[in-house]
């Protein structure tokens, strides 16, 4: 399992990407909800699903490599995109858009140009 912390106290799991390239990151509701008004959305619905009091998420559109930029901008607001692929600032864009992280989509942009 991938943390960006090692806590104990997480209460998501979030499982991203398709076929071999698959990860598990583990969150805490608290932060995605404030960072973000499509975790917001997403886990205040009757719709999520919890396993063992956990929150599962599934994300399978989104690649490893970009849900873990997401994960770290959201907890700590810093980006580093120097070493990044074009193909991973693209699914970026598209993955914060989805999510609704309206600041992280304008940094992004202007990182990348």
């Keep these: ?34 960072r973000s008004p499509y975790f917001k959305s997403a886990l205040a619905s009757e719709w ?9 998420f599934n994300k399978p559109n989104i690649t490893p490599s970009v849900f873990d930029l997401i994960l770290k901008y959201i907890y700590t607001g810093e980006l580093d995109l120097t070493n990044q692929s ?4 693209l699914g970026l864009l598209i993955a914060t858009d989805e999510l609704l992280l309206e600041e992280l989509f304008q940094h992004v942009q202007l990182d990348s140009k």
Excluded: P
């Design 86 to 89: 074009g193909e991973d600032i």
């Design 48 to 56: 999520i699903t919890k396993k063992n009091s956990m929150i599962m």
């Design 1 to 34: 399992m991938a943390s960006i912390f090692h806590s104990d106290d997480f209460n998501v799991i979030i499982n991203v990407g398709e076929n071999k390239n698959t990860k598990e990151f583990q969150a805490h509701s608290v932060i995605l909800r404030a």
